[in-house]
């Protein structure tokens, strides 16, 4: 997809999971970043990893552009908002560092969307509810994400609010995508899957 990024949001400070960098807690040998990586490599020519501790990605430097939150301490809107500002491209796919099962045809079914959609925002749904951690957001809804920080609102479901967003429903073999590690009871449970 030419013209949409693929970006990683690693800036958490990992509070439940006392302190540890989740983009590289290791599944079957492997760093989940680096299995994120690999198939965003796959899909997008310019890949931007969000984090606040530049240094711990240096060895990702050659594949991708470490950028920083341009405002700090406002979670993940603010790493959306700092990758939408520095692409080089119309959009961005986004996705958590802490999801090690992506599926390629969701991500694929998404970019569909975007690239012949004209919506601000394409976003994945289940019965869990909306995965704005998973989606498609265009640098047409920029405008929209500094108003929401600038009125200290930093809910990225209460933005979306304010978007021309377009939902996709996630199939069931697609629900996988949307495991995430926040605590190591998480961690246990994809360990012992």
Known sequence: MENISGAILAG?????MGGVNKSFIEIQG?????GTVNILKEMFEEIIIVTNSPADFESYRKECHIVS???????????????LSHTTKEGVFFVACDMPYLHKGLIRR???EARKDTKSC???????????LHAVY???SLENI???LDKKEFSIREFLKHCNCKYIKAQNDEMSSFHNINMQTDLK???HD
Not at 30 to 34: A, H, L, Y
């Open 12 to 16: 958490g400070k990992n509070k439940r």
């Open 30 to 34: 492997s760093p989940i970043i680096q």
């Open 69 to 83: 939150d341009i405002i700090k301490d406002v979670g993940p809107l603010g790493g959306i908002h700092s990758a």
């Open 110 to 112: 998404l970019l569909e």
């Open 122 to 132: 394409v976003v994945p749904y289940s019965e869990r509810g909306l995965e704005p």
């Open 138 to 140: 265009s640098k047409a």
């Open 146 to 148: 500094k108003l929401c």
């Open 189 to 191: 449970e994809i360990v």
